[in-house]
């Protein structure tokens, strides 16, 4: 058992690499031609060509990584406890103990509005992606300026069917597209409108143990 490598001959080699868990591998390929192995517990290889890292020592520490994608700064980690970025050399992490929203990632894409959105098991975050560069380069969580899209909202329902993939996609339309448990949604960044008045109020009588009193009258009451 291990991970293996398939020539273009059709041979099969044996990679060097072990778990100090011995836990199975999941792997990942990144445009740039490498796979990330990772296994549970935190260890983690990046394999190029023959060249072999060992990331076990530096890992985001985001706990169990559940996606890579690629970004202008480098690679993006999603993880069961945080977002990371990782930019050629080091990792700058987020962690969801400093920004609980960010609980199981399961997806993030970027829309031609200039926004990141990214998929947890709160729901979905909206976040301008220089924000979001920013606060990763920065590894401050509190810094994050999102707006949380939830089933109050009308998302029908939690991440589903992402495994080591993402749960989040940008169509050619600009329409981002979300797998929930309850199917497929999508937003349009373009026709998404937010009143940011809050609605006006009435106060039509005020009650008491004792009474009630129209609000139409001036009212006097006593102390206490």
């Known amino acids: 058992m291990g991970v293996y490598r398939r020539s273009r001959e059709g041979a099969w080699k044996s990679i060097d690499i072990r778990s100090k868990y011995a836990a199975t591998a999941v792997l990942i390929p990144t445009p740039d031609g490498s ?15 023959d060249a072999i890292e060992d990331f076990s020592g530096s890992d985001p520490r985001i706990g169990d990584i559940t996606l890579i994608r690629p970004h202008a700064q480098g690679l993006i980690f999603g993880g069961e406890g945080g977002l990371s970025l990782f930019d050629g050399r080091k990792f700058h992490s987020l962690s969801a103990l400093d ?16 926004s990141t959105w990214i998929f947890t098991q709160a729901g979905v975050l909206r976040l301008q992606t220089e924000n979001l560069t920013s606060a990763l380069l920065n590894s ?26 993402s749960s989040v996609a940008t169509g050619s339309d600009g329409r981002v597209w979300f797998t929930t448990g309850q199917g497929l949604a999508w937003i349009d960044p373009n026709n998404l409108y937010r009143n940011p008045l809050a609605p006006p109020l009435d106060i039509l009588s005020l009650s008491t143990p004792d009474r009630e009193y129209s609000a139409k009258s001036a009212l006097a009451l006593a102390a206490g």
């Open 35 to 49: 796979v990330w192995a990772r296994y549970s517990g935190g260890t983690l290889f990046r394999l190029k060509g």
């Open 99 to 114: 920004e609980p929203v960010l609980n199981v990632v399961t997806g993030i894409s970027q829309s031609k509005d200039g």
């Open 140 to 165: 401050d969580a509190k810094s994050l300026r999102y707006q949380l899209i939830d089933s109050r909202d009308g998302l029908p329902g939690a991440p589903y069917g992402a495994v080591y993939g």
